[in-house]
Nanobody, 113 residues
Framework: VQLVESGGGLVEPGGSLRLSCSTA????????MAWYRQAPGKQRELVAG???????NYADSVKGRFTISRDETNNTIYLQMSDLKPEDTAVYYC????????WGQGTQVTVSS
C-alpha cells in the first residue's frame, strides 16, 4: 500500500500551503492518518492526526494555523497550513496506521524570505 504525497514547496513567512496524501480506499476507510514532520537535526514529530471517523488532534505549535481534513471521495487527507513560520520548515510525512504502519516518501516544506 502506498501513500502518495504532494503539495510541498517554498513559501514566504505568513504564507500558506496545502499538502495532500492519497492512498488506496481499502486502507483509507479504516486507517487513522496523520502528518509528521522532521526538521534537520531534530526528531520526527506529530503535526496533526485524524481518525477514520474524522476526529482530529494537533501539536500545540500548529493549533490555529494548520487544519487536517479527510476527503472520502478521493481517499485523500489534506493539511492546510496557514501563517507559516520559518520553524515550520521540515520534511512532512504522511502516516497511516491500522495493525500496520505506513509512511509516505515525504515532501519538503521550506518557509523563508
Amino acid at each position: 500500500v502506498q501513500l502518495v504525497e504532494s503539495g510541498g514547496g517554498l513559501v514566504e513567512p505568513g504564507g500558506s500551503l496545502r499538502l495532500s496524501c492519497s492512498t488506496a480506499k481499502r486502507l483509507f476507510d479504516v486507517a487513522n492518518m496523520a502528518w509528521y514532520r522532521q526538521a534537520p537535526g531534530k526528531q520526527r514529530e506529530l503535526v496533526a492526526g485524524i481518525t477514520a471517523r474524522g476526529r482530529t488532534n494537533y501539536a500545540d505549535s500548529v493549533k490555529g494555523r494548520f487544519t487536517i481534513s479527510r476527503d472520502e471521495t478521493n481517499n485523500t487527507i489534506y493539511l492546510q497550513m496557514s501563517d507559516l513560520k520559518p520553524e515550520d520548515t521540515a520534511v512532512y510525512y504522511c502516516n497511516a496506521y491500522t495493525q500496520n504502519i505506513f509512511w509516505g516518501q515525504g515532501t519538503q516544506v521550506t518557509v523563508s524570505s
